[in-house]
């Protein structure tokens, strides 16, 4: 490319800057009383918040010291998201779960209760179990050394050898566990506040023990697990999906109809373990280059999302129908003949919106049918460096409960396409996965050391840092 081309492409880049973007072009509240099905009570309000623009220490995403403090800090004293329950629901069911160094055992009891240990043998360390099993009794794999599912132990090899091992002394040391809407949590600190009392609000916004529909995962089966191994701090890889700000650059085709720097973002004073967003969809960016007609921005909808309702009749406007209304109409008719379920009285911001939830520190669970996702990111053993990106898809069903999937691994240098696991979500998680590890890469090349934050539309990924210092205040 010669010198002229050089210039002729930087006049053709000047010419695609998108309009400035003065001030925020829609009120979530507004739009969501205007839809034809009222969303949630909860997701009528919004929060009131100012945790400023102070910039963050690029430290926290590439140190090991700051790692370590991580270790001894933070994964040994916060509630975390091990394992989905009917992933494991039938008595001697066990999932090894594992972070950074720590293994644990959960393991369904004979009566259906729920039991974690810490996975490693009191003879000589060796991980009782490396994978999810099935096990009448958890029986060390070197020696034999063997307790049963209760963690009572039950039989030492040349027991006369081991005069010290006693069955009241050598009981597996067990880890807290408890389960909310579906998902089991563990925590190493004996000490800490119940699971309940840990999320806080976030627990009462979402129906408390009695979650009614997209809120509702016990009505839900695991469809798609995809684990990913990805070469950026777990920091990193989830603040890709804290906010809505990198869709435009990132994901233009979304950018058509999502309201992408419309989005409500939630945090509270006296919240630090959850917080949270609502992204209207059916509404494009004020950003992008021209505006889009309603039937543009449908047919985008249905292009990525409803390729049966794509350039028919059905997925037409209608008299004195906007994209958003039809939105929810395409998506009732759609998922409903899909899933096999009724959808019909799902408010359309469950139906075609992405609302999601973080809990503190990595779990983010989506109620939503058209983003039915639940995300989890975890450091890859004791590098800073590199993480473990899980995504998860729970669909509704009627009927017998459909088994859960089987987990994809996805290399570092695989795409999620080549899976065809997530319909629309594979090519915009791709996007994402293309750009994270750049972030890494860039973080540890900054001349400036400091990480720049929007007051508004990344306070989710300032408030998540905030209350990830404190832990490590402690």
């Known amino acids: 490319m010669g010198v002229k081309d050089l210039a002729e492409n ?24 205007r839809d034809p099905v009222p969303p949630a009570p909860t997701l009528l309000e919004k929060s009131d918040y100012d945790l400023g623009t102070a910039p963050l220490d690029v430290e926290r995403y590439i140190s090991k010291e ?14 975390q998201y091990a394992v989905w329950t009917h992933d494991i629901p039938n008595p001697g069911d066990v999932h090894v779960y594992r972070i950074v160094d720590r293994s644990v055992l959960i393991v369904r009891q004979p009566d259906l209760s729920l039991k974690a240990f810490v996975n490693s043998c009191l003879h000589r360390g060796t991980e009782l179990c490396k994978s999810d099993a099935h096990r ?25 050898d081991f005069p010290q091992v006693t069955p009241e002394k050598y009981k597996l040391p067990q880890v807290r566990v408890d389960e909310w809407n579906g998902f089991i949590f563990i925590n190493f600190d004996e000490n800490a506040v119940p699971l309940k009392e840990y999320m806080g609000g976030m627990y009462a916004q979402w129906g408390g023990e009695h979650p009614q ?17 990805i070469n950026c701090n777990w920091k990193v890889c989830m603040e890709g999906f804290l906010e809505s700000l990198h869709v435009l650059a990132t994901h233009p085709q979304v950018a058509t109809m999502v309201a992408d720097s419309s989005a409500q973002y939630d945090v509270y004073p006296n919240e630090p373990h959850f917080s949270r967003y609502h992204a209207l969809t059916g509404i494009a960016s004020s950003m992008t280059h021209s505006v889009p ?48 379920v009724d959808v ?25 049918l058209l983003n039915p996702i639940v995300y989890r990111f975890r450091p890859l053993n004791n590098d800073p460096d ?63 050391k400091q990480v720049t934050l929007s007051q508004y539309q990344e306070a989710r990924i300032r408030h998540y840092n905030q209350t990830l210092d404190e832990y490590l205040k402690r």
């Open 10 to 33: 930087s006049r053709a880049w000047e010419v695609r800057v998108p309009p400035a973007e003065l001030k925020r072009p829609h009120e979530v509240q507004e739009v969501l009383r």
């Open 66 to 79: 700051f790692h370590a403090r991580e270790v001894d800090k933070l994964w040994s004293k916060a509630w």
């Open 136 to 160: 009448a009794q958890l029986r060390c794999p070197y020696h034999g050394f063997t307790w049963s599912l209760q963690g009572e132990l039950k039989w030492v090899p040349s027991q006369w």
């Open 213 to 229: 529909g997209a809120w509702d995962f016990r009505s839900k089966y695991k469809a798609v697990h995809l684990n990913r191994i």
């Open 293 to 340: 007609t309603d039937q543009e921005i449908l047919d985008s909808f249905t292009a990525s999302y409803l390729p049966e309702h794509r350039n028919t009749d059905f997925g037409k406007l209608r008299e004195g129908e906007t994209a958003r209304m039809a939105f929810g109409r395409l998506a009732r008719d759609a998922y409903g003949t899909r899933l096999g």
């Open 344 to 368: 019909s009285k799902l408010p359309d911001a469950e139906l075609i919106d992405g609302t999601q939830y973080l809990l503190f520190p990595n779990f983010a669970p989506w109620p939503s």
């Open 386 to 448: 590199w993480s473990i990106w899980e995504t998860m898809f729970f669909l509704p069903f009627e009927g017998d409960r459909p088994p859960s999937c089987k987990i994809i691994d996805v290399g570092p240098h695989e795409s999620f396409e080549d899976y065809n696991a997530m319909g629309a979500l594979d090519k915009i998680l791709q996007q994402d996965a293309i750009q994270l590890p750049l972030v890494q890469r860039g973080l540890k090349a900054s001349s400036v």
